[in-house]
């Protein structure tokens, strides 16, 4: 993903978006990922496609001894650097598929957004228990299973352009994905919920919390469609402890 990322013309569109311009407040699944979030205070953080370094710079914010930050993305991580005005955080350009390079171990582990861009999600899941003492944590967001089966990740639309239903097929066929994402054609990996949970006690990562982000009062009331994302999730995010 890095090359789509490091496109001109992608990164530019990219930074116009509201989890850009505005960081945590501007992500429509921040009040629930918030509330999920262990208690940063000492600990050591890595975060996994760590973007413009928002979620490097609240787990600082709220204690953090030290923040790892790393992506794949040149212009990525030149941002989080520009944005970010703190000794305890330090970015690195590495895929995450690759943290097993990393001589250390972290207490708290992160990614929003970013393993359903990941190949062999079963590895990383290995190397990120490896990466975790005991009583570590490991928080995840993603895009939900019924948000990616399709594919095209678009309403079924009637003639007038008004969302009729959320179309889901090829559910338990667990392979790449292609979309349009701001203008430019992404590839995801679909995965069922059921692969991504299992895939994780199978690690010894207890699971603490499954949410499927849905809409406060308040956007559904000022923000233009967003009653439509109470018809389907489009975000899936889980807390787990490490427990062996």
């Not at 212009?75 to 005005?85: F, G, S």
């Not at 939900?144 to 959320?166: C, K, M, R, S």
Request: with cysteine; charged share 30%; aromatic share 10%.
């Amino acid at each position: 993903m890095a090359a789509i990322y490091d496109d001109p013309d992608f990164f530019k569109a990219y930074s116009q978006m509201d989890r850009s311009k505005k960081g945590l407040v501007g992500a429509g699944e921040w009040h629930d990922l918030k509330a999920v979030l262990p208690d940063f205070n000492g600990k050591r953080v890595l975060d996994l496609g760590c973007g413009y370094g928002w979620h490097c710079r609240y787990a600082a914010d709220h204690g953090a001894k030290s923040v790892l930050g790393i992506d794949t993305s040149a212009k990525m991580l030149a941002k989080a650097t520009e944005l970010t005005d703190d000794e305890r955080i330090s970015y690195r350009q590495l895929d995450m598929q690759d943290m097993d390079q990393l001589p250390e171990k972290f207490d708290v582990i992160l990614s929003s957004l970013a393993i359903h861009y990941i190949d062999d999600y079963a590895g990383l899941v290995g190397k990120i228990s490896d990466k975790l003492p005991v009583g570590g944590r490991f928080v995840m967001s993603v895009e939900h299973p019924i948000f990616t089966a399709q594919g095209d990740e678009e309403w079924v639309t009637d003639d007038q352009g008004h969302n009729l239903y959320w179309p889901v097929d090829r559910y338990f066929d667990e392979r790449k994905r292609e979309t349009d994402f701001l203008g430019h054609r992404i590839k995801k990996h679909h995965r069922t919920l059921m692969t991504y949970l299992n895939t994780l006690i199978d690690h010894c990562l207890r699971l603490d919390s499954v949410i499927e982000p849905t809409p406060t009062p308040k956007m559904v009331k000022t923000i233009p469609g967003m009653a439509d994302e109470l018809r389907r999730p489009m975000m899936l995010i889980v807390a787990t402890t490490k427990t062996a």
